[in-house]
């Protein structure tokens, strides 16, 4: 089972945009010493959407910090496209986006979407073109000018997509970051998000608490196990492309989504196939 | 994908917010001074001991150029007090918020900066540096000194530390993380820190003219004190309120200028 995560894909075409071999990571909590991610592997091709599914406390965070290069695990290593790299050496390589949409209050949409190509060096006019050039396309037609405190949870949400999208990163590492909105604007984000990527094929790992979202847009689901987080299943998720909402009454849909829920423990005996 | 807008409208004030919020204190004042009036004519109370509200208006016309010279005086040592304060201020703060051993260092001589007291101090800044504009402008600085450095040093902390983890993961250096965010950040403290330091700067100011000096509305006020000008002190009283109310406005106006995100953020309340 540890193998199917490790992506055979990888070994037969170019390297893994994103691998995790055998990491593990630790933390303290007052005198105690935690371990958050245990002996993990985990690997991410190019134009692959990969779900992080796991419990509160499974570590899912903690992984994408690490891919991010915030975090140094205790053990393993990280290779970012084959080579393995410290994690210094990883900051700015990938594209990041957290469940709160982190504006800075005082810059404006453009101001805040440019912030990346800003930190890799763009002068900030350039950056704030660049972003003002792409509004339209993220539903963001007319409202560049405006501060973040003027916008819907929605709307906030893509300005930080398209702050991260900006970057130009060939990986996307997604942390939650439809759980802060309500299901409607959720769903409609789904969508969005889901054409975005088939147009521009970036290696994806989505961490959610939902099965049926790792379903609706991943193409392997991998279920973390709790405290210490280790792959507990892999789910390959061969649904066609591109994906409707239709889908979600698809036997195969409700399969997938069974079988993840059975590996977060959370079918009863007798619901089981 | 149209959502609505949260609203931004009402940021700007009408006509009648403007009346609404002004006409309460303006009634107020103007019947205390209504009632001070006639209290002190029916009473038959002597001007020297208290005098009616139309005999402060009279020194304040017929004194106007004596007063208005010495309120510039006065205006000159506050500002000049201000802006040292103020730069004084925020080098403490970045230099404490640098490394923490600066922060061990100094930060308990921002605290002592504000034990000091002044009618100790002033004195002796008078014998060290005379009679002249000087040691006014360092009791103004002293007072002021403390909410900006407190301030500030509380603001550049405050910034999000996930925000500044995001930053981090973008390749962000260090000093990109400061300018970017930490010190936009901190901006909304230093205004805070900014506007009790003006207001406190106009009582320290007075209170250096008050110890020993040539001119200025806290020297014509103890020498009017002394000749029984009692109309002649609380029309500089009068003065000084107003110029403490303008001075307070003005940083307020600033901070508008130089923060237009924060009356949307104050509004609804959402986010930091």
């Keep these: ?194 054409a975005l990527w088939e147009r521009e094929g970036q290696a994806v790992l989505l961490v959610t608490h939902d099965v049926e979202e790792a379903v609706m847009l991943a193409d392997r689901a991998v279920v973390l196990s709790a405290a210490p987080g280790q792959v507990a299943h892999v789910e390959e998720i061969d649904l066609r492309r591109p994906r409707r909402r239709s889908l979600v009454t698809d036997p195969a849909f409700v399969r997938h989504k069974a079988a993840l829920l059975d590996a977060l423990g959370l079918l009863d005996r007798e619901d089981r196939a | 994908m149209t959502e609505p807008l949260v609203a931004d409208a009402a940021a700007r004030p009408s006509a009648r917010g403007w009346i609404r919020s002004w006409a309460p204190p303006a009634l107020l004042v103007g019947a205390g001074l209504a009632v001070w009036e006639v209290a002190v004519r029916v009473s038959g109370t002597p001007v020297w001991l208290l005098p009616p509200p139309s005999a402060v208006a009279r020194a304040l016309v017929e004194d106007r150029s004596l007063l208005l010279a010495n309120a510039a005086v006065t205006l000159t040592a506050v500002l000049v007090g201000f802006a040292l304060a103020l730069a004084a201020g925020l080098l403490a703060a970045l230099l404490i918020d640098a490394s923490p051993t600066l922060d061990r260092a100094l930060y308990p001589l921002v605290v002592a900066s504000q034990t000091v007291p002044i009618p100790a101090l002033a004195p002796l800044l008078l014998i060290w540096f005379g009679y002249g504009l000087l040691p006014k402008v360092l009791v103004t600085a002293l007072v002021g000194f403390f909410p900006i450095a407190v301030n500030t040093v509380d603001g550049l902390r405050a910034a999000d530390r996930e925000t500044l983890a995001l930053l981090r993961a973008f390749g962000a250096s260090r000093g990109q993380q400061f300018r970017l965010v930490r010190l ?89």
């Design chain 1, 1 to 194: 089972m540890r193998a199917a995560a490790i992506g055979d894909a990888g070994a037969t075409s170019a390297a893994p945009r994103l691998e995790l071999r055998g990491v593990t990571s630790t933390y303290r909590e007052g005198r105690a010493r935690l371990t958050a991610l245990s002996d993990l592997s985990l690997a991410v091709a190019d134009r692959e959407f990969v779900a992080l599914v796991g419990r509160s406390g499974s570590g899912k965070s903690t992984l994408l910090d690490i891919a991010a290069g915030l975090i140094e695990p205790d053990a393993g290593a990280v290779l970012l496209d084959g080579v393995r790299l410290p994690a210094s050496a990883r900051l700015g390589r990938s594209a990041y986006l957290r469940q709160r949409d982190l504006l800075l209050p005082w810059r404006t949409v453009v101001g805040n979407a440019g912030l990346a190509l800003e930190i890799a060096g763009l002068p900030r006019q350039e950056a704030e073109a660049r972003a003002r050039a792409r509004l339209g396309e993220f539903g963001l037609e007319g409202r560049g000018d405006a501060f973040p405190a003027q916008l819907s949870g929605g709307m906030r949400q893509r300005v930080a997509f398209l702050r991260t999208i900006l970057a130009g990163h060939p990986r996307l590492l997604l942390d939650e970051p439809f759980a802060a909105l309500d299901a409607l604007t959720r769903t409609e984000l789904h969508d969005w998000l889901l």
């Design chain 2, 184 to 272: 936009p950040a901190a901006l909304p403290a230093v205004f805070s820190g900014a506007r009790i330091a003006i207001a406190v700067c106009v009582i320290g100011a007075v209170f250096g003219e008050f110890v020993g000096a040539q001119a200025g509305l806290g020297y014509l006020m103890t020498r009017a004190i002394a000749q029984f000008q009692t109309d002649r002190v609380i029309a500089a009283i009068g003065l000084l309120s107003l110029m403490g109310i303008g001075l307070f406005g003005a940083v307020a106006l600033v901070e508008r200028l130089v923060l237009p995100w924060r009356r949307f953020v104050v509004q609804t309340g959402a986010d930091r």
